[in-house]
């Protein structure tokens, strides 16, 4: 008997505690009034939109782990914005466990939207958190939030703990749109027209996310982040001070974002960060760096100023309409600017009064420049007057007004094309290798160089005056100039071997004081072959038929003019005007060949000639 007095005791008590709880037809608890507390794991759903007026109180307040709440497409309103002084829509009470809140509205709270700042392994979805006192939504670590929408909430549009999966939100007229701390992925996000910055986060991966307008900064990370594929568009907003992307600390990757129309680009204020295929357009400044940061940055719009060091390159074919403007201007060493393969257009060759496709700006070192084309430009292509020990390679200079490249000492200028530019093609200072370079068609020389140069297998022809000019100490070897307005070639104290110079309008070479001149071949040059001033030793050339048509040329010539202690032995002179001509004395003459000139020898008393074995032959 006693036995089923409890049982019937026990069923009792389950009947009365089933009807202090309203179950709805799938198992879940229904939510019909605020303020409500969920002190039981479960699956809980509002059934209706739930307003209270009441100030510094929780809307929903979850005190267990296991917890499900659907919002079910209803709001949660509080009693107002800047009611009271506390007061959250939905608030998880402790380091709760696999909480998942879903679809629906949370606003007019003095607090939080949704805290659950200490939640873990929880997930949050499809919520719209709006017009909140403190935060939108806040989430604890481990947790995903996922496709909400936050907007004109007091302070943060999302926080996110670490460890977070933060995916497709929309964060807009926020305090700040997203924080989001330590090992976090941060997806596809639109976090624009915040107060301050759109994103801000650390030792976290950052892709796909959308900041624009934001009064801050775009995106903003301080160490060890992965900054990919981002668009961060008008940050600084005007009234603001922002970047697109600002990383304030050390050790991280930003690339191939996209930044636009910020306060600046990109801005590295610590080392050690790695940067490579952004898009920098339309920002004040594109690019705001310490030094010790490892640079790969595009230019994508002109005029621009490189000012630390790294690897620069074209994102494709630059104009610039303004007048006596630098196209870009290089303000630091170890810098590698890589044009691409694409083309740096100025304003015009005749277009106002200065202006160079690329300057160097100041005493440079360490300068690489290649790969493109640099033209018309009021000065000169690439002025690099103030680079030492630089390289300049693949370029194409072309209807420049001055130059199409100058150098200071010390550097490699190889392969480069300069035609149709006001003055020099290339001049290269002391101590410089210039090779392979093709120069036709300028205002003056072709190529010029200091002393002390090495000067080999380049094409000089058409040039309006002389193909190559060498100073003292330099060796010219292996170059071909033709057609030139003045000399082929002139050196001096230099090595000139083993070059070919006709059709010149002067001379083919002309061979300064202290020179030797050896291994050349002369033809068809207007004035003479080979013009020797003294103590130069002219041996082993070709000279042929020079002071052609009008000219008056000799295969070799010494001038009156201190004229004195050239060597001049084992030449082949042929169809010359004159042969071998020595107006000065003290010279010696032996062991060359002469055929069909109208003179064959013409030399002055006074110079030695070689007899025997050694004499000079005519043939």
């Known amino acids: 008997m006693k036995?089923?007095?409890?049982?019937?005791?026990?069923?009792?008590?389950?009947?009365?505690?089933?009807?202090?709880?309203?179950?709805?037809?799938?198992?879940?608890?229904?939510?019909?009034?605020?303020?409500?507390?969920?002190?039981s794991s479960g699956s809980y759903i509002v059934v209706d939109d739930l307003t209270t007026t009441a100030t510094d109180t929780n809307?929903?307040?979850?005190?267990?782990?296991?917890?499900?709440?659907?919002?079910?497409?209803?709001?949660?309103?509080?009693?107002?914005?800047?009611?009271?002084?506390?007061?959250?829509?939905?608030?998880?009470?402790?380091?709760?466990?696999?909480?998942?809140?879903?679809?629906g509205t949370v606003r007019d709270w003095r607090g939080y939207g949704v805290y659950a700042n200490d939640a873990r392994n929880s997930q949050f979805e499809a919520l719209r958190c709006y017009n909140n006192g403190g935060f939108g939504l806040g989430?604890?670590?481990?947790?995903?939030?996922?496709?909400?929408?936050?907007?004109?909430?007091?302070?943060?549009?999302?926080?996110?703990?670490?460890?977070?999966?933060?995916?497709?939100?929309?964060c807009?007229?926020?305090?700040?749109?997203?924080?989001?701390?330590?090992?976090?992925?941060?997806?596809?996000?639109?976090?624009?027209?915040?107060?301050?910055?759109?994103?801000?986060?650390?030792?976290?991966?950052?892709?796909?996310?959308?900041?624009?307008?934001?009064?801050?900064?775009?995106?903003?990370v301080d160490y060890n982040c992965l900054v990919v594929d981002n668009i961060c568009n008008n940050n600084g907003d005007g009234v603001g001070d922002g970047a697109?992307?600002?990383?304030?600390?050390?050790?991280?990757?930003i690339t191939n974002n996209h930044c636009t129309g910020n306060d600046r680009g990109l801005d590295l204020d610590a080392v050690n960060n790695i940067v490579s295929g952004n898009t920098l357009q339309g920002n004040t400044t594109p690019l705001d760096a310490v030094a010790g940061n490892q640079l790969d940055i595009l230019i994508s719009e002109l005029p621009y100023t490189i000012s630390q060091p790294g690897m620069y390159r074209l994102s494709g074919d630059l104009s610039l309409s303004t007048t006596n403007t630098n196209g870009i201007t290089i303000d630091a060493d170890n810098v590698t600017l890589d044009l691409n393969g694409h083309a740096l257009i100025g304003p015009g060759k005749a277009a106002g009064s200065t202006g160079d496709g690329i300057y160097v700006d100041g005493p440079q070192y360490n300068i690489a420049i290649r790969n493109g084309t640099v033209r018309d430009w009021r000065l000169s292509g690439i002025n690099a007057s103030f680079a030492a020990n630089s390289q300049f390679e693949a370029l194409r200079c072309y209807n420049n007004g001055n130059y199409g490249i100058s150098t200071l000492v010390s550097c490699t200028v190889r392969g480069n094309t300069c035609c149709d530019n006001?003055?020099?093609?290339?001049?290269?200072?002391?101590?410089?290798?210039?090779?392979?370079?093709?120069?036709?068609?300028?205002?003056a020389r072709g190529i010029t160089t200091g002393s002390g140069c090495a000067i080999a297998g380049n094409v000089c022809y058409d040039n309006t005056t002389d193909g190559i000019y060498a100073s003292g100490g330099s060796t010219v070897s292996g170059n071909t100039c033709s057609n030139n307005g003045g000399d082929g070639i002139l050196g001096s104290a230099s090595t000139i071997s083993g070059n070919t110079c006709n059709s010149n309008d002067d001379d083919g070479i002309y061979g300064g004081g202290n020179s030797t001149v050896s291994?050349?071949?002369?033809?068809?040059?207007?004035?003479?072959?080979?013009?020797?001033?003294h103590d130069c030793i002219v041996v082993d050339n070709t000279c042929t038929r020079n002071g052609f048509l009008a000219g008056d040329g000799a295969g070799i010539f010494v001038k009156s003019s201190s004229g004195n202690d050239n060597c001049i032995e084992h030449n082949r002179v042929t169809d010359n005007d004159r042969g071998i001509d020595v107006d000065g004395s003290g010279n010696y003459i032996a062991s060359n060949r002469a055929s069909g000139n109208t003179t064959n020898y013409d030399i002055l008393g006074g110079n030695t000639t070689g007899a025997g074995d050694l004499a000079n032959v005519s043939f």
């Open 3 to 39: 036995r089923r007095i409890t049982t019937l005791a026990c069923i009792v008590s389950l009947f009365l505690l089933l009807g202090t709880v309203a179950w709805a037809g799938d198992g879940q608890i229904d939510i019909a009034e605020i303020p409500y507390t969920i002190s």
């Open 59 to 103: 809307g929903i307040t979850i005190d267990a782990d296991n917890v499900t709440l659907d919002l079910n497409g209803h709001a949660i309103i509080g009693a107002g914005k800047a009611a009271g002084t506390s007061g959250s829509g939905i608030y998880v009470d402790g380091n709760q466990y696999n909480i998942a809140i879903r679809n």
């Open 139 to 170: 989430a604890g670590s481990g947790s995903k939030i996922i496709g909400n929408t936050c907007s004109n909430n007091g302070g943060r549009g999302i926080y996110a703990s670490g460890r977070c999966t933060v995916t497709g939100n929309t």
């Open 172 to 220: 807009s007229f926020n305090d700040d749109g997203i924080y989001a701390g330590t090992g976090c992925t941060v997806t596809g996000n639109s976090s624009c027209s915040n107060g301050d910055d759109g994103i801000q986060t650390n030792f976290s991966t950052l892709t796909g996310n959308m900041c624009f307008g934001n009064t801050g900064d775009g995106i903003e």
């Open 244 to 253: 697109g992307i600002l990383a304030t600390g050390y050790y991280n990757r």
């Open 422 to 443: 006001g003055g020099w093609g290339i001049f290269a200072a002391n101590g410089s290798t210039v090779s392979g370079n093709t120069c036709y068609e300028n205002g």
């Open 519 to 533: 291994g050349n071949t002369c033809y068809g040059n207007t004035g003479d072959g080979i013009e020797a001033w």
